[in-house]
């Protein structure tokens, strides 16, 4: 087993591990105390790591199965599960916004692992905020009355991918058909840790059932800014080479677009269930 050294990065979310080459394979004792922290710090971070697609793939199937090949966005050529994020001023980025990847899915994918390919040379910082001490911070009744509310999950912003040139809305009726919407409700339990965190993001939670319109929005809006605090947060500054994983399930995170015109590539691959977490089953990939 390869001896990690890890570091905080702040009181709250993240850590820096050093002293493991993900460009090779790792064996079993390894990947799990690499799991350990992520669990505990819920967004991981590694540096200077000559890591393949190949290699890519590999290690994130060792804590799940891989997801299908995204709807939207092109893959690594070769490699149909790894996304590929590639953005400048002719392609301008769609993830500049707070969201938890796809929750519009009844089942939303457990963890993603992300690796910088060209780096900008300023901005293209990437923000990730815990939803635990987003819900720990919550009022005592704000909690209370939290439990019993189930939120509308839905493709939001991604309408925009199938609007281009839209004169009457039938690319977006087949892809809201296609991907329809899911129910969550506002306050999950995470399976591994058994504690409580929040679960409503701004990209794709649409609407609180049982509230009229006004209501649902102003709900909504008072949670997308109670979690949008700096204290819940750490910032990411890449370098090529570097590699974040991040627990999906109980973070948000948020890709900040101020390196255009310049150019930015990054390759993502998501990991769909958590083998290591109780009762997990496998979910064919």
Known sequence: MTELTVTPLTGTIG???SGVDLGKPLDQGTLDAIYQVLIERLVIFF???DISPARHQDFAQSFGDLDAP??????VPGFDRIVMLANDASNPPDTDGWHTDVTFRQNPPFASIL????????????LWSNLYAAYDALPGEMKAMLE???VVHDMGEFRNNFGVGEVDGTRITAAMQRFGCALHKAVQVHPVTGRKFLYCNEGFAMHVLGMTTRQSRRLLHYLFDHQDRPEYQVRFKWRAGSVAMWDNRCTTHYAVADYLPHYRCMNRVTVVNDRRAPGQAT???
């Open 148 to 150: 019993d509310v189930t």
């Open 283 to 285: 979910i064919p990939s």
């Open 47 to 49: 540096r200077d790591q």
């Open 15 to 17: 850590a820096e591990i």
């Open 115 to 126: 690796v910088a390919r060209d780096i900008p040379p300023v901005g293209g910082d990437t």
């Open 70 to 75: 995204h709807p939207v966005y092109k893959h």
